[in-house]
């Protein structure tokens, strides 16, 4: 089997999953870690341990929450490009899919537009899946479409030799433990996970039961417990996200990418819980 290679720079261009929500870093307000951060010092862990790398692994970050398809494939990829990076996670449109009616051909055809021309550079691309929203409550009615959106993203990354993040088949993720308060951001726990099944989709090696098997199984919370709680999200969270699409706002409106630049990154160096 062919070894991967020896990826001695990355970096991620997206959304709110990227960016890392909801994980916060405690070392600056408002922002935040998750998968990807975790994959990088994965990957500079990985290349110090050879011992024969000549420079740090480097890392960047241009992910930023609310983006949609625009941002990410034109202004982030735009910047990302020119850093020179030998892999490259591209990976948006999912709050395109939240609209009320979306294009996911149009989605399909620009991501592949955005792989071929960052494959051209000879970088790496990582690819994800949205997950199967089946048992996610309200969210469940967007099964057809992140199917969908599944499916082109495996053809994309056929036809160009890219890697695909899985998130579909990650039965793990299918309980509220792996999520956030928000019910739509990944929890720590969450994050580690897919970092895990990020390594496994670029070939590395990974102990898969870490990460694929679900937690153990929690006591049912009574009735009237999860009516107050449904409650609780739908003030907190529900209602000013459909503020925010009303208005026509979005949570990152005023926020900058939090890595803006592939400068290096020393393994262990993020404070991860």
Same mark, same amino acid.
């Given at each position: 089997m062919t070894q991967p290679p020896l990826w001695t720079s990355y970096v991620a261009v997206g959304d709110s999953f990227s960016e890392g929500m909801s994980e916060p870093d405690p070392r600056t307000e408002d922002a935040y870690l998750g998968w990807a951060d975790r994959l990088a010092d994965a990957l500079a862990r990985r290349l110090e341990e050879t011992g024969d790398a000549a420079e740090p692994f480097r890392y960047a970050n241009l992910a930023v929450r609310? %983006?949609?398809?625009?941002?990410?494939?034109?202004r982030q990829l735009e910047a990302a490009l020119p850093m020179g990076a030998d892999l490259v996670s591209i990976v948006g449109g999912g709050n395109d899919i939240l609209r009320p009616s979306v294009d996911l051909d149009d989605i399909a055809d620009r991501l592949e537009r955005a792989v071929e021309r960052t494959r051209a550079t000879? &970088?790496?691309?990582? #690819?994800a899946t949205p997950t199967d929203p089946a048992k996610a409550g309200l969210l469940s009615s967007l099964r057809p479409r992140h199917a969908v959106h599944t499916a082109n993203l495996f053809s994309i990354a056929q036809r160009h030799g890219a890697y695909v993040l899985n998130l579909?088949?990650? =039965?793990? #993720?299918?309980?509220? =433990?792996?999520? *956030?308060?928000? $019910?739509? /951001? #990944?929890?720590?726990?969450? /994050?580690?996970r897919v970092s895990l099944a990020a390594l496994d989709a670029l070939g590395l090696d990974?102990?898969?039961?870490?990460?694929?098997?679900?937690?153990?199984?929690?006591?049912l919370v009574p009735r009237t417990e999860r009516l107050v709680e449904h !409650?609780?999200?739908? %003030?907190? /969270? &529900? !209602?000013?996200?459909? /503020? $925010? $699409? #009303?208005?026509? =706002? *979005? *949570?990152?409106?005023?926020? &900058? &990418?939090? =890595?803006?630049?592939?400068?290096?990154? $020393?393994? !262990?160096?993020?404070?991860f819980g």
């Open positions: 609310g %983006r949609k398809i625009d941002d990410v494939l034109d000879g &970088a790496d691309v990582l #690819l579909w088949t990650m =039965r793990s #993720l299918r309980d509220w =433990r792996m999520w *956030s308060q928000d $019910r739509i /951001h #990944l929890s720590p726990e969450g /994050h580690r990974t102990d898969r039961t870490d990460w694929t098997t679900p937690l153990p199984h929690e006591p !409650g609780r999200w739908v %003030r907190t /969270h &529900a !209602g000013p996200w459909v /503020h $925010r $699409r #009303l208005t026509g =706002r *979005s *949570s990152g409106d005023s926020i &900058a &990418a939090k =890595r803006p630049e592939l400068s290096p990154l $020393r393994p !262990g160096e993020l404070p």
